[in-house]
């Protein structure tokens, strides 16, 4: 809903999702789609930070921890990519 209409990957969105975790920061799936949009922008540190807020706010969602998971991989960290599938 709160990107509807927009590219997801536009400078805007991204703006629109920063501002959305500013106000509200327990807003778990702003946190999840920021980091979807990072990613795609090839900002894999700055989207891991969102995957693992996400997971800290949504601790059971496997979501979180494949996220983690795959952007660990991206980043050379192979290891950590498995810790964070298994859990």
Known sequence: VLLRGKDPNSAEALDLL?????????FANAHLELGFALQDGGKIPDALAC???FTELSP???????????????TGDHAGGVRAYRR
């Open 60 to 74: 059971d969602d496997p979501w979180g921890h494949a996220n983690v998971g795959w952007a660990l991989h991206l």
């Open 18 to 26: 920063r501002q959305a975790t500013r106000l509200d920061p327990k």
């Open 51 to 53: 995957y693992r807020r």
